[in-house]
């Protein structure tokens, strides 16, 4: 449902109202997805007034469609005792999780000490431990886990008891004695097979997991490559400790996307719309400061060819172009470069193989355009004017460069394990820029 401002404004004058029980009507429908948009748009006092008329498990999957920052400013306003009992008791341990590093270490003890299930807040203080970019920081420890000694009687027994506990089941796992991943149980088999048969006789092995400390963007490429709708997540001697699911997944996705999306743009860290000035400052200045480092660096370097400007007015037609185009072909290429090692489709090791590809490429580009501008030229200026074939040759070597930069910096910076993302944005324009002034003013002073 699309929340239109006459909505929101109703809702708002309800609520000034204390009119619950209009406020109950227009909510009872609504998704809470749609209920945590609404929310988004509401003060945190009011946001209060909306949740005390939610049942608990909807308030609790409202709380976590929230925006993260108006979450956090909603959650400053509640007793630790309200969020326990009201949010987190109603939680699969992953949201729960991830509610509580959102909040400093002392508000996690207050929640932690007013949790009446101990088992649920052991399981929270497990995973608060493992580095939130690893499976162990993103799964959840809600699934459905059988023996595969047990019998199928047995196993239906269980299985119910426990499907009673959760919301969706995604895979039934098999462990050993030891909580040992073993397999699969495919739940077709549940009817298929005799009742005399054991889990281990009839289930899937060798099931594909992930390591508690496989990097987030492996996990995603394995559910990804394999179609899988969750992944278990083993410990280093195979135990079965959680599994991660698609929704938690795609959450993922996204603010990675965004991350790299920001970086590209010359951002330096992760911004909203809705964040405040200074943060939004804080976030673009770096790069606005180094890009008018690099601006002042071209003119210094052009500063120092007066005489040639004055003996060739018109090479200053083409600054522009220059700078332009290699900041374009360099960008284009650290793109490529960037999505290839995302996906895995490209290993940092492969350099010189990737640069020769990209060499020719660049081959065959810097051919076209630079044969394009001096037709133009040739037609413009004549045969025998300087900027006729200076222009042309800079422009080859330019796209050459650029392309082999725009290569080779991110798959170093891959290497050096640092966020290649950063290559495809001012970095790399900025670079191009200076270097292909270098390189036009240089190859004019050769060729005058």
Same mark, same amino acid.
């Not at 995973?127 to 799964?139: H, I, Q, R, S, V």
């Not at 959450?251 to 590209?264: G, I, K, P, T």
């Not at 044969?371 to 200026?381: A, D, E, M, Q």
């Given at each position: 449902?699309?929340?239109?401002?006459?909505?929101?404004?109703?809702?708002?004058?309800?609520?000034?109202?204390?009119?619950?029980?209009?406020? /109950?009507?227009?909510?009872?429908?609504?998704?809470?997805?749609?209920?945590?948009?609404?929310?988004?748009?509401?003060?945190?006092?009011?946001?209060?007034?909306?949740?005390?008329?939610?049942?608990?498990?909807?308030?609790?999957?409202?709380?976590?469609?929230?925006?993260?920052? =108006?979450?956090?400013?909603?959650?400053?306003?509640?007793?630790?005792?309200?969020?326990?009992?009201?949010?987190?008791?109603?939680?699969?341990?992953?949201?729960?999780?991830?509610?509580?590093?959102? %909040?400093?270490?002392?508000?996690?003890?207050?929640?932690?000490?007013?949790?009446?299930?101990?088992?649920?807040?052991?399981?929270? @203080?497990?995973?608060?431990?493992?580095?939130?970019?690893?499976?162990?920081?993103?799964?959840?420890?809600?699934? @459905?886990?059988?023996?595969?000694?047990?019998?199928?009687?047995?196993?239906?027994?269980?299985?119910?008891?426990?499907?009673?506990?959760?919301?969706?089941?995604?895979?039934?796992?098999?462990?050993?004695?030891?909580?040992?991943?073993?397999?699969?149980?495919?739940?077709?088999?549940?009817?298929?097979?005799?009742?005399?048969?054991?889990?281990?006789?009839?289930?899937?092995?060798?099931?594909?997991?992930?390591?508690?400390?496989?990097?987030?963007?492996?996990? =995603?490429? $394995?559910?990804?490559?394999?179609?899988?709708?969750?992944?278990?997540?083993?410990?280093?001697?195979?135990? %079965? =400790?959680?599994?991660? +699911?698609?929704?938690?997944?795609?959450?993922?996705?996204?603010?990675?996307?965004?991350?790299?999306?920001? %970086?590209?743009?010359?951002?330096?860290?992760? @911004?909203?719309?809705?964040?405040?000035?200074? /943060?939004? $400052?804080?976030?673009?200045?770096?790069?606005?400061?180094?890009?008018?480092?690099?601006?002042?660096?071209?003119?210094?370097?052009?500063?120092?060819?007066?005489?040639?400007?004055?003996?060739?007015?018109?090479?200053?037609?083409?600054?522009?172009?220059?700078?332009?185009?290699?900041?374009? @072909?360099?960008?284009?290429?650290?793109?490529?470069?960037?999505?290839? %090692?995302?996906?895995?489709?490209?290993?940092?090791?492969?350099?010189?193989?990737?640069?020769?590809?990209?060499? =020719?490429?660049?081959?065959?580009?810097?051919?076209?355009?630079?044969?394009?501008?001096?037709?133009?030229?040739?037609?413009?200026?004549?045969? +025998?004017?300087?900027? +006729?074939?200076?222009?042309?040759?800079?422009?080859?070597?330019?796209?050459?460069?650029?392309?082999?930069?725009?290569?080779?910096?991110?798959?170093?910076?891959?290497?050096?394990?640092?966020?290649?993302?950063?290559?495809?944005?001012?970095?790399?324009?900025? $670079?191009?820029?200076?270097?292909?002034?270098?390189?036009?003013?240089?190859?004019?002073?050769?060729?005058?």
């Amino acid at each position: 449902m699309e929340m239109d401002e006459a909505y929101i404004d109703n809702v708002k004058n309800l609520i000034e109202q204390k009119d619950a029980e209009n406020v /109950r009507s227009l909510l009872i429908d609504l998704h809470p997805a749609d209920i945590a948009e609404l929310c988004n748009d509401l003060s945190p006092e009011e946001a209060r007034f909306v949740y005390r008329l939610l049942d608990n498990e909807t308030a609790a999957d409202v709380l976590m469609e929230m925006d993260e920052d =108006v979450r956090k400013e909603f959650l400053e306003i509640l007793p630790s005792e309200t969020i326990a009992k009201r949010f987190v008791d109603y939680m699969d341990t992953d949201d729960a999780v991830d509610l509580m590093r959102e %909040l400093d270490e002392e508000k996690q003890g207050e929640i932690l000490s007013h949790i009446e299930d101990i088992e649920q807040a052991g399981d929270i @203080v497990d995973l608060l431990k493992y580095d939130e970019d690893t499976a162990g920081g993103l799964m959840g420890t809600e699934m @459905v886990v059988v023996n595969e000694n047990w019998s199928m009687p047995e196993c239906l027994k269980e299985m119910r008891q426990q499907a009673e506990q959760l919301d969706e089941i995604y895979y039934v796992y098999v462990i050993d004695d030891e909580n040992r991943l073993q397999g699969v149980f495919p739940l077709k088999k549940m009817i298929t097979s005799p009742s005399v048969s054991k889990v281990k006789h009839v289930m899937r092995k060798d099931p594909i997991s992930v390591h508690v400390d496989t990097p987030v963007e492996d996990v =995603v490429q $394995t559910i990804e490559k394999y179609d899988l709708v969750s992944v278990p997540v083993v410990d280093s001697i195979g135990r %079965l =400790v959680g599994q991660i +699911t698609v929704d938690d997944v795609m959450d993922e996705v996204r603010e990675q996307s965004e991350r790299d999306y920001q %970086l590209a743009s010359g951002l330096s860290q992760d @911004v909203e719309t809705d964040d405040n000035v200074m /943060r939004q $400052t804080s976030a673009r200045l770096p790069w606005l400061i180094i890009g008018m480092l690099g601006g002042i660096g071209n003119s210094m370097i052009l500063g120092n060819f007066d005489a040639t400007f004055a003996a060739h007015p018109e090479m200053a037609l083409y600054i522009p172009l220059i700078g332009g185009t290699g900041g374009n @072909v360099g960008t284009q290429s650290s793109a490529i470069i960037v999505q290839g %090692l995302a996906n895995n489709s490209l290993d940092a090791k492969d350099i010189f193989k990737q640069i020769t590809k990209e060499s =020719v490429v660049a081959l065959i580009n810097a051919t076209i355009i630079s044969l394009v501008v001096y037709i133009y030229n040739f037609v413009r200026f004549g045969a +025998t004017a300087t900027v +006729t074939y200076s222009v042309s040759i800079s422009l080859f070597a330019v796209v050459m460069f650029a392309s082999i930069f725009g290569t080779l910096v991110p798959m170093t910076l891959e290497k050096l394990k640092v966020d290649p993302a950063i290559a495809t944005g001012p970095f790399i324009a900025i $670079t191009n820029d200076i270097i292909g002034m270098m390189l036009y003013m240089g190859i004019t002073v050769l060729l005058s």
